[in-house]
């Protein structure tokens, strides 16, 4: 069974800092990866995904995200971050024989805190 | 409208009633899915419908769950006989294509039973 493990729940930077958020998951084949974003209240917005092709992938909002086969990983990163980033942040695998790239399977997310 | 609408956004519901929660893709879509999100947690697949038929729902908790899709636009999720667990934010999204395209997600319906 498919399966996402995002490790830090709570993270915490400086406007200005960079920022990296981890995502490791467990697929049996060539995964799609998505990573969306939730702001209190709202329903999930897609950040990017991954299907094939270019393993860093541009996303809207300055995020970017590298596919490493090897390491099971899609980890996402922007290299300046805005107070207005501050939101729940999930990494997603998708697949299936029904639904395909879009059955989706969420980690737990993890929170971002932007400090001015 | 110009995106995926839930009603109602709120609801309230004593243990043991019945819910009805409804889900508007966006217009031509022909995938749509259903999501439960319970409180501090990732949202985790109910079911999905390719046009009026329900695919894969897999993801049904219980069969106190029950979802529909009619005429392949509007759906609905009734939940029966509700306990304190169906508690969570149950969220739809849609899809134009049979699976691989942008899904789009609603705000969701947070059901609280008491």
């Known amino acids: 069974a498919q399966s996402v493990t995002q490790p830090d729940i709570h993270i915490t930077v400086s406007e200005g800092a960079s920022l990296e958020l981890r995502c490791n998951y467990s697929?049996?084949?060539?995964?799609?990866l998505f990573w969306y974003v939730q702001s209190p209240g709202q329903g999930l917005q897609l950040l990017l995904k991954?299907?094939?092709?270019?393993?860093l992938v541009q996303g809207i909002k300055g995020f970017e995200a590298e596919f490493k086969r090897s390491q099971s990983s899609f980890n996402l990163r922007k290299p300046s971050v805005h107070w207005s980033d501050a939101a729940e942040y999930f990494c997603?695998?998708?697949?299936?024989?029904?639904?395909?790239?879009?059955?989706?399977?969420f980690g737990t997310g993890t929170q971002l805190k932007v400090e001015l | 409208g110009a995106g995926v609408s839930q009603s109602p956004r709120y609801k309230v519901a004593k243990r043991g009633q019945d819910v009805a929660l409804r889900c508007d893709p966006i217009?031509?879509?022909?995938?749509l899915f259903w999501y439960q999100q319970a409180l501090g947690q990732g949202p985790e697949f109910l079911t999905y419908?390719?046009?009026?038929?329900?695919?894969?729902k897999s993801g049904l908790p219980s069969d106190r769950f029950f979802a529909e899709r009619p005429e392949g636009s509007v759906s609905t999720l009734k939940i029966q006989r509700t306990q304190q667990e169906d508690s969570a934010v149950y969220l739809c999204?849609?899809?134009?294509?049979?699976?691989?395209?942008?899904?789009?997600f609603g705000q969701g319906t947070r059901l609280t039973v008491v």
């Open positions: 697929y049996g084949a060539t995964p799609y």
């Open positions: 999204a849609s899809s134009l294509d049979r699976g691989n395209g942008e899904a789009f």
């Open positions: 419908f390719q046009n009026e038929a329900q695919l894969d």
């Open positions: 217009s031509g879509h022909v995938s």
């Open positions: 997603a695998v998708g697949g299936g024989l029904t639904g395909g790239g879009n059955k989706l399977t």
């Open positions: 991954y299907f094939s092709g270019d393993t």
